[in-house]
Structures are given as C-alpha cells and as structure tokens.
C-alpha cells in the first residue's frame, strides 16, 4: 500500500478494472476483490471515471494477499492497452516520432497517474528514462515500479507496433531490488530487467538505443495530436483550479497525538466560521463528519497493513480510545471487523 495515500490523488478507474480482470482470470470472484474495499464493479466500469488512488491500493493490496505473487505486476503491464489511457493513449499512437510521444507522456501521463514522475537523457548511444516516485510506495514499491516499467514498454511498443514475441523487446529495465522469483516464468515475454542497480535516488529506468527516438509512428496525425492536447491542457487546468473547502479539509485532516482537529479547529485554519464551514462543506455533497470518517478510515487501513501494530493501537492512533468503538465504526465503513479485514487482505491473522 501507499504509506501515506492521499484522498485528493485520483487515477482513472480503468487501472482498477485490469486488475479486476486479472484477478477474475486466477480464479477469484469479484465480489471477493472488492470486499471491504469503497469500490464498485460500477465505478470501476466507467471508462470516464477516477478513482481515489488509495482505494486502488487497497485493491492492490487486497490482490496480493489472495495472489502473493510478483508476475501479477508484470501481467498487468503486458496487458496494457493504448484505448485505457483515454486522450493520453489517443494522442500517443498521434505523434509524428517516438521522440515526440515520449516527450507527450512525460506531461500529460503525470496528469493521469501523478503518483510517478519521468525525465528523459541520453548516455552515448542510449536513452534513458528514469521513473520516480512522487509520493511513497511503501513495501509494494518494487511491485508498483516495475508494473509501470513494463506497462510504459508494452505501450510503445504497440505505438510503434513492434510485436516483441517476434523481434523481440528493443528496451531493458534497471532497476534497485533483487529479482523476485516470478521473473524466471516471465523473462521472455517481459523487456530484460537488471536488478540490484544502484540508481541515483532508487530510480526505475527503462534504457533503449537512440535512434528509436527518430522512429517514425504510422498512425501519425497531427490533427489529433492537438486535439489531445487541448482536452488534456483542460483536464490540467481543472485540477489546478480544485482549491474546493473539501479538498482544503481533506488537506489539513491529520491526526496528531490521536486528535484529529474539531469542526471548530478547520474553520479557524481556514478563516472561515463554523457556520460557514458547514454550509459550503453541505453545498459539495458533503459534511465534515463524513471527511472524517473517510480519513479515519484510510488511516486505519493504512495501519493495519503493519502486521506487527495491535489493533488496540491502530484503534488509539486514529482516535479512538476504545478498540470497541473503533471495530463498530471500522465494520460500518468496511463491512469487516479490522482483525478480518487485516487477515483478508493481508493473508495474516
């Protein structure tokens, strides 16, 4: 999981609905996926809709702990397809050069999965691109990063429509950890990887020759490329325009010495009376009990992910100084005490 998911972080719901898929093709129902997870089969349906990304790290987690093994990363990487990423994919398979879509993505795939950021040099004859984390990963790091390594090889490769099983990948992935033991049945169908490289920062970097970057696109269509660009600068333009009361609560609900602050401490930060507070809060479709609720409860989650932490304790950071009360309020919002929702999700007691 994200050690410090972030209730404004949103990624599109088609992320979600692979996972969903790939799971259902190992034998798990989908009911069980989603069991003690916010998430509907409905929103992860919308080909238009966003998710909170700590609920696909719940649903990542979830994953793992009925299929512990590491080639869901790489499966999930090779399945993806150009049609998922929306205007991200459409104005790909658009640009005149793979220099160019790489140039396209380094922008606008931020824009869609912030979570990662990219910086593109070239050594000698080789380009490299280097993947960073914006936010911590926590323990499924290694997972996340290569997911995205081979996901990001898969998808030039079909803007290129270079078919890989037959000349074989053109790109090879570096990356900080060991080589997991999942990689031995898929190291041909993957790009090479060479682990336990001691990568400036722990970066991930995908590594191709040069002159690939001059590689003509035969879908090219300029035309289209600006269209892209427009609805993505738009998608851009509204997400630095959320300064919603919403979004700035979500901001400053922390907890600290198992306190969250009181309805009358957020309209003091904010400047704003308590009154006022409530009123725009109702006007978005919500309330301030509900932005609580909604932060205790990806806390808490985040806590029981630590095996090692009692619930009792779990139940005191996160404001509750009765495990009682705190296992009522925890099957409210999930539908499973914590102790079965940590065993589910986990595969530990």
Excluded at 9 to 23: Q, V
Excluded at 39 to 59: C, K, N, S, V
Excluded at 137 to 148: E, W, Y
Excluded at 316 to 343: C, I, M, Q
Aim: overall charge neutral; proline content about 6%.
């Amino acid at each position: 999981m994200l050690t410090n998911p972030d209730l404004r972080l949103k990624i599109p719901a088609t992320y979600g609905l692979s996972l969903l898929k790939l799971m259902q093709e190992r034998g798990h129902a989908t009911s069980t996926l989603l069991e003690g997870s916010p998430l509907t089969l409905e929103q992860l349906q919308d080909t238009r809709g966003l998710i909170e990304a700590w609920h696909y790290a719940l649903l990542l987690n979830r994953a793992m702990g009925l299929d512990a093994d590491h080639g869901l990363a790489y499966e999930l990487g090779l399945r993806s397809q150009v049609t998922k990423h929306g205007f991200v994919g459409f104005g790909l398979i658009s640009c005149g050069t793979l220099r160019e879509a790489i140039a396209f993505a380094e922008r606008y795939f931020q824009a869609r999965v912030p979570a990662f950021r990219s910086t593109l040099s070239v050594d000698g004859a080789q380009v490299i691109v280097a993947l960073h984390e914006t936010i911590p990963l926590g323990p499924r790091r290694d997972f996340i990063m290569d997911l995205v390594a081979v996901e990001l090889c898969s998808l030039f490769a079909k803007v290129l429509d270079i078919e890989p099983a037959r000349q074989g990948w053109m790109s090879e992935i570096w990356v900080p950890h060991a080589e997991p033991a999942a990689y031995a049945r898929y190291r041909d169908r993957i790009p090479p990887f060479h682990f336990n490289q001691g990568v400036a920062g722990g970066a991930v970097q995908i590594r191709f020759p040069a002159p690939m970057l001059d590689e003509p696109i035969s879908t090219a269509d300029p035309v289209s490329v600006k269209l892209a660009i427009e609805r993505l600068e738009q998608e851009l333009a509204r997400q630095a325009q959320d300064h919603s009361t919403t979004t700035q609560v979500l901001g400053l609900l922390v907890c600290r010495d198992q306190r969250y602050p009181e309805v009358a401490d957020m309209a003091q930060q904010l400047h704003l009376s308590e009154r006022t507070l409530k009123r725009r809060l109702q006007a978005e479709g919500t309330s301030y009990q509900q932005l609580l609720d909604q932060v205790r409860q990806r806390d808490a989650m985040k806590l029981l992910g630590t095996p090692s932490l009692p619930i009792a304790q779990v139940a005191e950071a996160v404001g509750y100084a009765d495990p009682a009360n705190f296992a009522r309020a925890f099957a409210k919002w999930t539908g499973l005490s914590p102790r079965d929702w940590r065993t589910r999700h986990l595969g530990r007691d």
